[in-house]
């Protein structure tokens, strides 16, 4: 870790020096052994002691601040201040990249309504269909007559099965084969 060191009003002592160097030891494994850079500015007014850290670690400014009447402890309550604040950016850089799928994301298979509902209707056979060769058009003229919705027939043209069927709105569908 690179430490720099300003003092406004104090001279900063070997001994201050060192009990900066050893809390951030501490805490050294939070920046995840990457060379972090921090500025430390200790100065005095009217018998308090402030302390100020600044740190650019990860594209960010981290930057604490603390008051106290004695420099040590102002300087310890600075260092906690950036611990805190690189672990929560340090969660968070880690808690984009293991981020879960979005609920709203993640379908959800319908009911198979099929099962719940029961069978209520029965299949009745009609018989009397004759199935007999002609036109769609003669096929529509038929089922203008008839009061079924559908009519099958064998197509003339090509002798195969066809439907025609009237439709809402008011036109009759085709069903070739």
Known sequence: MNLEFTGRHIDVTP???????????????????????AHVIIEVERGIHRSEIIINW??????????????YQSLAQS???????????KDKVIGKSHRATKAAIVAIPPDPIDELLPVTG??????????KPMSPDEAVMELETSDNQFLVFRNSEGGKAAVV????????GLVRP
């Open 58 to 71: 990860r594209n960010e400014t981290l930057t604490a601040v603390s008051s106290n009447s004695d420099m």
């Open 79 to 89: 260092v906690s201040k950036i611990e805190k604040q690189a672990r929560k950016l």
């Open 165 to 172: 069927f009237k439709r809402n709105d008011g036109n009759y």
């Open 122 to 131: 029965t299949i009745i056979e009609v018989n009397g269909l004759d199935a």
């Open 15 to 37: 001994a201050l020096r060192t009990h900066v160097e050893d809390h951030f030891a501490r805490i050294e494994n939070v920046f995840d052994g990457r060379e972090v850079k």
